[in-house]
């Protein structure tokens, strides 16, 4: 990400401006970073919940019709009724761990501060100069807020990464600011 410098005894209006501006933008990077990894997460879980729902079903069943099956071939019918159960229980198992590892239930209230933070930046920056509060003293009170943010997260994913650097390659548009795509999202 971008490390931006804050330069306290600059007192040019322009630069404040321009590094609030560029912090409010971090600050949503950050907040598509962090969705982008939830939903990556949750998408993942699913997908595995999915075939542990059609192999327990089938074990379910083929459990019940067990009487019904030739003698002859009931030892190889309970061989795999209990490797389907144990397949299910590794999926099981790869679907909690990969909750765990990621922390999924907690990625999506880490990205809120982010979006909270840049929309503030955004909302100070559309006030009219004379209606704002001290530019120099706002920069500092986000830039503190910004660094305890990054200190109480956790990281983020490569998958995530990538598909900022797509978000931010030049496209049709010629957006020079993202910070409009990525506020509009959920």
Do not use: W
């Not at 209006?13 to 969705?35: R, S």
């Not at 002859?72 to 590794?90: E, K, M, Q, T, V």
């Not at 530019?135 to 986000?142: L, S």
Request: aromatic share 10%; with cysteine.
């Amino acid at each position: 990400m971008n490390n931006i410098e804050l330069n306290i005894s600059n007192e040019n209006e322009n630069d404040k401006e321009i590094y609030l501006k560029n912090l409010g933008n971090e600050a949503l990077e950050y907040y598509f970073l962090y969705m982008t990894d939830y939903k990556y997460n949750t998408r993942l879980v699913t997908y595995t919940i999915i075939p542990i729902i059609i192999i327990s079903t089938f074990t379910g069943t083929a459990t019940i019709f067990q009487p019904y099956i030739n003698p002859d071939n009931h030892s190889i019918y309970l061989i795999i009724i209990g490797c389907c159960n144990i397949i299910a229980g590794l999926l099981t198992l790869l679907k909690e761990y990969s909750r765990i590892v990621h922390m999924e239930q907690n990625i999506s209230y880490v990205a809120y501060p982010y979006k909270q933070l840049g929309r503030e930046i955004q909302l100070h920056l559309c006030l009219k100069k004379n209606q704002r509060d001290d530019d120099k003293e706002f920069a500092v009170k986000c830039k503190e807020r910004m660094d305890r943010m990054h200190e109480s997260t956790p990281g983020v994913s490569e998958y995530a990464y990538k598909k900022l650097k797509e978000l931010k390659k030049p496209s049709n548009n010629n957006k020079q600011d993202i910070s409009e795509e990525i506020s509009s999202q959920p």
